[in-house]
């Protein structure tokens, strides 16, 4: 068995009250959670979903990007 490791974008969304994650290095795969813990959980889940389709279909993983920042961009708005 081989162990992957993929950052994971975590988010809170204030309209849906729900914690969004999004997984940049499995083209933006994203799924939420009514919790951090749950919103994790339903992540290593699509996350495991996602390697188990693309070894049915015959395809390697991509691999995980090194290092993800999380910047902050300013901007001034009329």
């Known amino acids: 068995m081989i162990t992957r490791r993929y950052k994971v974008v975590l988010e809170w969304d204030d ?3 729900v914690w969004v ?3 940049p290095a499995l083209n933006g ?7 951090r813990d749950e919103a994790i959980a339903q992540t290593r ?3 495991i979903g996602y390697l188990e389709e ?4 015959g395809l390697s993983p991509p ?3 090194g290092d993800v920042d999380l910047v902050e ?3 001034a708005v009329a």
């Open 45 to 47: 889940d699509a996350i």
């Open 29 to 35: 795969l994203s799924t939420y959670g009514e919790t």
């Open 54 to 57: 693309l070894q049915q279909e």
């Open 21 to 23: 994650t999004t997984v």
């Open 63 to 65: 691999e995980a990007p």
């Open 15 to 17: 309209e849906a009250c």
């Open 73 to 75: 961009v300013e901007v």
